[in-house]
């Protein structure tokens, strides 16, 4: 994932908007992909996940898109909600199931 | 079913002191991690154990230490505690090889060292 210990970057989005979350990664040999969301006092909760042989995936109200050439991943919210605003981790298996998270983005959504 | 529980959820240390986080997971997930997350920060990997049996180094793991009891337990012990770990700290299970593959968290333990 992208450099850990840094502080978190933002997003600001108007309420019913699209959201896209990015994330980049720097393990090549990665191939599994998770995007996670974080409430304030909560522990993380899963969203989507990708393997590397696909390069789009869907869930309800999220698509997640994987550029392997650039080692690049998206999160897509479609139409986000008030209840969307929480931190949005990505997460990569480095292989040997070592599995580790991206610096996160803080999302807000604004009414 | 419980999923992933951590104890204790709050602790406060004094420099110097011993401690250790004890995680359990009763979803017969092969593989256990330890993240620890500081204000406004993400998540980082302290140790994990991929199978019953290994350990293996994370982003951060000096400082601590860890023991895969059995498939269930994966216990975090930091033997000389510091200010700088003052944190929060996830322990977390997956089932790899699944059908989702999603990485179950615990409620977290909130630790302060003075």
């Known amino acids: 994932g992208e450099s850990v210990g840094l502080h978190l970057p933002t997003l600001s989005v108007q309420e019913g908007d699209n959201s896209i979350i990015n994330c980049a990664y720097s393990?090549?040999?990665?191939?599994?992909f998770i995007w996670y969301k974080q409430e304030s006092g909560k522990g993380p909760q899963f969203i989507i996940d990708?393997?590397?042989?696909?390069d789009k995936r869907q869930g309800q109200r999220v698509t997640v898109l994987l550029n392997k050439t650039v080692k690049h991943l998206s999160l897509q919210i479609a139409a986000t909600q008030p209840g969307d605003s929480a931190v949005y981790f990505c997460?990569?298996?480095?292989?040997?199931?070592?599995?580790?998270f991206g610096t996160g983005t803080r999302l807000t959504i604004i009414p | 079913n419980a999923g992933v529980t951590q104890t204790p959820k709050f602790q406060v240390l004094k420099t110097g002191q011993s401690m250790t986080l004890q995680c359990a997971q009763d979803?017969?997930?092969?593989?256990m991690y330890w993240y620890r997350q500081d204000p406004g920060m993400g998540l980082r990997l302290i140790y994990y154990?991929?199978?019953?049996?290994?350990?293996d180094k994370g982003e951060v793991p000096n400082g601590y230490n860890v023991s895969r009891l059995n498939k269930r337990e994966f216990s975090l012990r930091l033997e000389s505690a510091a200010p700088s770990q003052t944190s929060v700290y996830f322990c977390?299970?997956?089932?790899?090889?699944?059908?989702?593959?999603?990485?179950?968290f615990g409620e977290g333990s909130r630790l302060t060292v003075l």
């Open positions: 393990n090549s040999a990665s191939d599994y």
């Open positions: 154990s991929a199978s019953e049996g290994t350990t």
């Open positions: 977390a299970s997956i089932l790899w090889g699944g059908d989702t593959g999603e990485l179950f």
């Open positions: 997460a990569e298996n480095g292989g040997y199931e070592k599995l580790t």
């Open positions: 979803m017969n997930h092969n593989s």
């Open positions: 990708i393997r590397s042989n696909m």
